[in-house]
C-alpha cells in the first residue's frame, strides 16, 4: 500500500525519507512542491495528488509535511489516518514532533516506521503497544547505544498483538468491572417570581411541582454595568446530578454476550433547556 514516506520542513526540505518496498526517488515530491508553492496557507496544499505514476498522500502536522507515496489506488482517510498515527507518535515518545527532535532520534524514529509498517501495510500502530517493542529514549540509554552500538528495540513480543482490541494488553483482568448508562433529561420551562409572595410558580407541562427542586440564587451585577429593566427576564444554565425530573426509572438492565458480570449502574442527569425566570 504505502511505499515510502517523506518529511518535508516548512522551507520545502526533505529532511528524512524511509522506504519500505522499492527505494521511490526524492524527484516524485516535485509534483507535491509545485502545488505547495500556488497555496496561500500550507493547510490548503489538498491531501491527495495524483502523479503519472503515483499517487501523493499529505498532512500537515507541525510545520511539517507527512508525505506518503502510494503506486495503487487506496481509500485515502485510510492513509491519512496512518501519518497522523505516525505524527502522534513521534508526538508521545519525543515530546514534540518537531525537524530538530526527529533529527536527534533518527535511530528510534526509523524503528518505529519499521514496526507501524509492515510490508507496506499499517502493523502495530498503538503506542501502548510499540512501546513494548521500541523502548523510549532517554539520555543513559542514547550514550549507551551510541558506545555498544545498540538499539532501542526489546528482545520480546508486546502481550498485546494478541489481544483483539489493539490499544489493550492480551490478558489483562480488573477487580472491577462496571458498566453505566447515562439518563440524561433537558428541561424547558418559564418561572414567575411574585413578588407579594415570593414564591416561585413553576408552569412545566404536566410534571408535579411538589416533585421538583428547590433552586435557589441570587443575582449578581459587574462594576459599571447599567442598571437592568424593572422586572427583567432571567435565562438560566443548571445541571442537577443524579435526578431525573420526570420520574423516569431504570429497574433493571441487562448485558448479553459477556463472560464476566460487571457492575452495572444508571446516571442520571437533568440539565437546563429553555429555562426562563420571570420576576
Given amino acids: 500500500m504505502i511505499h515510502s514516506l517523506f518529511l518535508i520542513n516548512h522551507s520545502g526540505d526533505i529532511f528524512l525519507e524511509k522506504h519500505w518496498k522499492s527505494v521511490i526517488s ?18 490548503n496544499v489538498p491531501p491527495v495528488l495524483q502523479t503519472p505514476h503515483h499517487y501523493l498522500i499529505s498532512i500537515y502536522r507541525g510545520k511539517l509535511f507527512f508525505l506518503s507515496v502510494v503506486q495503487t489506488e487506496v481509500p485515502p482517510l485510510f492513509v491519512i489516518e496512518f501519518l497522523h498515527r505516525v505524527a502522534d507518535t513521534f508526538q508521545d515518545y519525543f515530546g514534540e514532533c518537531s525537524e530538530g527532535v526527529i533529527k536527534d532520534n533518527l535511530v528510534t524514529v526509523y524503528e518505529l516506521l519499521e514496526e507501524m509498517l509492515d510490508n507496506g501495510f499499517p502493523l502495530a500502530t498503538e503506542s501502548n503497544v510499540l512501546k513494548e517493542m521500541i523502548r523510549p529514549p532517554n539520555i543513559l540509554r542514547s550514550v549507551v547505544n551510541t558506545l555498544t552500538g545498540g538499539s532501542n528495540v526489546g528482545d520480546t513480543l508486546p502481550t498485546g498483538q494478541l489481544s483483539n482490541v489493539p490499544w489493550r494488553r ?50 449578581s451585577m459587574q462594576a459599571g454595568a447599567p442598571k437592568p429593566e424593572e422586572n427583567p427576564s432571567l435565562n438560566i444554565d443548571l445541571k442537577i446530578q443524579q435526578l431525573a425530573i420526570s420520574g423516569l426509572k431504570v429497574s433493571r438492565l441487562d448485558m448479553y454476550g459477556e463472560k464476566y458480570k460487571p457492575f452495572k449502574g444508571v446516571k442520571y442527569l437533568t440539565k437546563a433547556g429553555k429555562f426562563q425566570v420571570r420576576t
Avoid: H, M
Fill in 26 to 43: 526524492r524527484s516524485v515530491c516535485d509534483y507535491f512542491f509545485e502545488v505547495k508553492e500556488k497555496a496561500v496557507d500550507p493547510e
Fill in 170 to 219: 492480551a490478558g489483562v483482568k480488573y477487580t472491577n468491572n462496571e458498566a453505566y448508562f447515562d439518563v440524561v433529561e433537558e428541561i424547558d420551562g418559564n418561572y414567575t417570581y411574585d413578588l407579594t409572595t415570593k414564591v416561585l410558580v413553576w408552569d412545566i407541562g404536566k410534571l408535579n411541582p411538589q416533585k421538583l427542586p428547590n433552586l435557589r440564587g441570587s443575582l
